[in-house]
């Protein structure tokens, strides 16, 4: 039995609620995971594609918890950006600096791609919504 969403801005712009069959009897797969976030959806895509028999275990619905809460937000942007980047090129050095600095943008590229290449029927936006904007509903 899930529980109802919690209030937050993906419960309120749902385009569609998903209802997936709950998990029963013996299943073989080649891997496994636990919570249907965004995360493990992704890990799930990824897999499948790569011709895995994937299984995703989620005791609520798809992008119950933190994932949905976030409102699925696609920004690109880093908290005190100039400052992690100064620390990140005295760490790391600047090549892998580079490198892990762009690995956010590649997250952004992804999205896009599985959006269009599976036609998920969303209103993907790149940004962040602002605080006092309510949802468009």
């Known amino acids: 039995m899930t529980q109802s969403r919690p209030p937050s801005y993906y419960?309120?712009?749902v385009i569609r609620e998903s209802d997936y069959p709950i998990l029963e009897g013996n299943h073989r797969v080649d891997v496994a995971i636990v919570g249907g976030g965004f995360t493990g959806?992704?890990?799930a895509v990824e897999l499948s594609e790569r011709g895995y028999?994937?299984?995703v275990i989620e005791a609520n619905k798809i992008g119950w918890g933190a994932?949905?809460?976030n409102g699925g937000q696609v920004t690109g942007s880093l908290s005190g950006e100039d400052a992690m980047r100064r620390q990140m090129r005295r760490t790391?050095?600047?090549e892998a600096a580079d490198f892990v600095w762009d690995l956010r943008w590649r997250g952004q590229r992804i999205i896009r791609e599985r959006v269009e290449k599976y036609a998920i029927p969303c209103d993907l936006k790149?940004?962040?919504r602002q605080r006092d904007q309510p949802p468009d509903v």
């Open 11 to 13: 419960s309120a712009s």
């Open 92 to 94: 790391l050095g600047d």
């Open 53 to 55: 028999r994937v299984a």
């Open 41 to 43: 959806v992704a890990t």
């Open 126 to 128: 790149h940004g962040h």
């Open 67 to 69: 994932s949905g809460r």
